[in-house]
């Protein structure tokens, strides 16, 4: 608790004490995302408590009601926020190497989604365990058909103009290979410990770069 | 409840009524981690109940708790048994096409796993789920050392020997690529929909393969 200062002019009631002006609201909102993500990525849904969130926020607990009438309300924001921050990283580069291939595209795609994940701690594993945490928790099931497709899009998207160029192999739909860049992004994304650190995850998707290019296994030993 | 019939000779309590010698109790054991895998991969560890697991495996839950003491420990013997069923699935796959290359070795592990799927519903994405379910289940924390490893192994063994041979691309560690591996099969795992059936799980795991062997994308549209 804090020792209101008496109010020298006439304001609103909550302007008193700490300025809560819409600015400050937007940084709290923002703070409490990251804390909700980090949380959520590190422990699941349901071992997360409010109390958690606000603690690695920095706020009371009563402080984070004031702002999500629930955890569920927080997951929401937190989960939409990150699928439209990580899908506009993919289709920002996308097409930035709009004129390259899109193997290319894919790995300037990952590149970014490096940084981001740099940048913000937790997301990229918090959205992907996030199918399975809606899967998995009652409170969570209505959140499903918003934003279970987004990746599926997404990769649509890529495909379908690279289909048109040609470069799907004869007999590969888009469809499929959508799906499956979808699966595969979700296992690096579920396999990236938020404890140990960037460089272990930058240095996998490096891997799967590789992999896309056809540069991570031979199919012939050359030696022996 | 059922009407014991008198004994006609004398016979340890609990073989009257329905026998329960070690043949049946083998059976109903594995029916009960059947239905356990099956409704794990569905809904998760917290969501189900042991009562769920009794009623899919047709007994009572008196039954259940005959054979397992806890949900927890009907967790950790299905968790034991699929991850060794899937290990030793590609390792004998491994085996068998020991004189191809790894990418060739790989694929025969992969369709051998679409049998397996196939043959026990749910255990794919079970064994998928399972490093989130251990870290988001305090009930399971003790599990995760025991089984984080199997796969990790098992492609660290296949990449060992590949590299041997030369098959990896040159600055590509054996720990690199079996990390890899063993998020991008986790991603195909879960992406299994235990309810839309195999056909679809088998179509993405074939689009992998396209992957794994440089057919699935092409650096550039030969057309236009």
Same mark, same amino acid.
């Given at each position: 608790?804090?020792?209101?200062?008496?109010?020298?002019?006439?304001?609103?009631?909550?302007?008193?004490?700490?300025?809560?002006?819409?600015?400050?609201?937007?940084?709290?909102?923002?703070?409490?995302?990251?804390?909700?993500?980090?949380?959520?990525?590190?422990?699941?849904?349901?071992?997360?408590?409010?109390? %958690?969130?606000?603690?690695?926020? !920095?706020?009371?607990? !009563?402080?984070?009601?004031?702002?999500?009438?629930?955890?569920?309300?927080?997951?929401?924001?937190?989960?939409?926020?990150?699928?439209?921050?990580?899908?506009?990283?993919?289709?920002?580069?996308?097409?930035?190497?709009?004129?390259?291939?899109?193997?290319?595209?894919?790995?300037? !795609?990952?590149?970014?989604?490096?940084?981001?994940?740099?940048?913000?701690?937790?997301?990229?594993?918090?959205?992907?365990?996030?199918?399975?945490?809606?899967?998995?928790?009652?409170?969570?099931?209505?959140?499903?058909?918003? %934003?279970?497709?987004?990746?599926?899009?997404?990769?649509?998207?890529?495909?379908?103009?690279?289909?048109?160029?040609?470069?799907?192999?004869?007999?590969?739909?888009?469809?499929?290979?959508?799906?499956?860049?979808?699966?595969?992004?979700?296992?690096?994304?579920?396999?990236?410990?938020? %404890?140990? !650190?960037?460089?272990?995850?930058?240095?996998?998707?490096?891997?799967?770069?590789?992999?896309?290019?056809?540069?991570?296994?031979?199919?012939?030993?050359?030696?022996?």
């Amino acid at each position: 608790m804090k020792h209101d200062s008496p109010p020298a002019r006439r304001r609103p009631a909550r302007k008193r004490g700490r300025p809560e002006g819409a600015g400050v609201a937007a940084v709290t909102r923002n703070n409490i995302m990251r804390a909700a993500v980090y949380c959520f990525a590190q422990s699941g849904y349901a071992q997360t408590s409010n109390h %958690d969130i606000a603690q690695a926020a !920095g706020i009371t607990s !009563g402080s984070l009601y004031h702002h999500f009438d629930s955890k569920a309300a927080i997951y929401q924001e937190a989960l939409r926020h990150c699928l439209i921050t990580l899908t506009e990283t993919y289709r920002s580069a996308f097409a930035e190497a709009a004129d390259r291939s899109c193997i290319d595209q894919l790995c300037l !795609g990952l590149e970014r989604v490096i940084a981001v994940s740099r940048a913000w701690p937790g997301m990229v594993r918090f959205a992907g365990n996030s199918a399975a945490e809606i899967r998995h928790n009652r409170e969570l099931d209505w959140l499903h058909a918003e %934003d279970a497709q987004a990746f599926n899009l997404l990769f649509r998207e890529l495909l379908q103009v690279a289909s048109e160029r040609g470069e799907l192999a004869t007999g590969v739909t888009v469809e499929d290979a959508a799906q499956l860049l979808v699966a595969l992004v979700s296992g690096l994304s579920i396999a990236h410990d938020t %404890d140990l !650190g960037e460089a272990r995850f930058a240095a996998t998707i490096r891997s799967f770069e590789r992999l896309l290019k056809g540069q991570l296994l031979k199919p012939r030993g050359p030696r022996k």
